[in-house]
């Protein structure tokens, strides 16, 4: 069975809520660069905070996020890793630091993307996700799992996700291509239910 696993997508195509499910069902870290970066906002680099970067839905400097893979992936007994590589460089320094199982893509139009994303709503205290519509909480604002507040991510607004997005065609696509390249991208349909999507990834890995 495959131990490293990547997790390719769009914003908002579900790599959190899928790597959290493959995490648990195959006992793998899960590596996520998005969530590393949003624990260490105020962290002080050569380049400024990560805060400015992501509250504008631009790319955190390479050499910051290379080292937090490296270490994370160095720990790690076998891992589903999502929110990175997101530019060619980091997909060739991906390639120095590890070897992969399975590449896995997940395809969601545009549309979709915009429509996830400023309906998602995140556990201020665990981190859990939740959309308004297509996964409300049991009470609304509340997290069914700690009971703690749900908030919208600061990068979730309408205008800062179309930047996101942007970002995401402009120097993320060319990665995606990069594996599709190579022979070695799985390609999976997301736009179905979350079980529906697990079970089609599952499905790919292990056959
Ligand atoms: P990051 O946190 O990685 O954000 P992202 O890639 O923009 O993706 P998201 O987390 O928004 O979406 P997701 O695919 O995880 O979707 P989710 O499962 O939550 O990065 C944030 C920022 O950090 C970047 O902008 C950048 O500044 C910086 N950064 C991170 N990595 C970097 C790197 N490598 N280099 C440089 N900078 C970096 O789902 C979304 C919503 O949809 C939820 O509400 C969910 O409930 C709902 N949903 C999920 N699945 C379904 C479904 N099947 N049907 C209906 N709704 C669904
Ligand atoms: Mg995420
Ligand atoms: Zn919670």
Do not use: W
Not at 7 to 33: F, I, M, N, R
Not at 66 to 77: G, Q, R, S, T
């Amino acid at each position: 069975m495959s131990r490293n696993i990547l997790l390719l997508g769009a914003p908002g195509a579900g790599k959190g809520t899928q790597s959290k499910k493959l995490a648990e069902e195959y006992d793998l870290e899960h590596v996520t660069t998005g969530d590393a970066l949003r624990a260490n906002k105020d962290m002080e680099t050569e380049y400024g905070t990560p805060r400015s970067f992501m509250e504008a839905g631009e790319l955190v400097p390479d050499p910051v996020v290379n080292e937090i893979v490296k270490v994370a992936l160095e720990e790690a007994d076998g891992y589903v890793l999502d929110g990175y590589p997101r530019n060619l460089d980091q997909a060739e320094y991906l390639d120095e630091i590890t070897d992969l199982d399975a590449v896995i893509y997940l395809d969601v139009s545009e549309e979709e993307l915009v429509d996830r994303l400023t309906g998602r709503r995140v556990c201020d205290e665990c981190g859990a996700n939740y959309h308004v519509e297509f996964q409300p909480p049991e009470e609304a604002g509340v997290c069914d799992e700690c009971g703690g507040e749900l908030i919208q991510r600061e990068d979730d607004t309408e205008e800062t996700v179309r930047e996101r997005l942007q970002v995401f065609y402009d120097n993320t696509e060319p990665v995606i291509e990069h594996f599709r390249e190579q022979g070695d991208l799985i390609e999976i349909d997301g736009e179905a239910t979350p079980d529906e999507v697990f079970d089609r990834i599952t499905d790919a890995i292990e056959n």
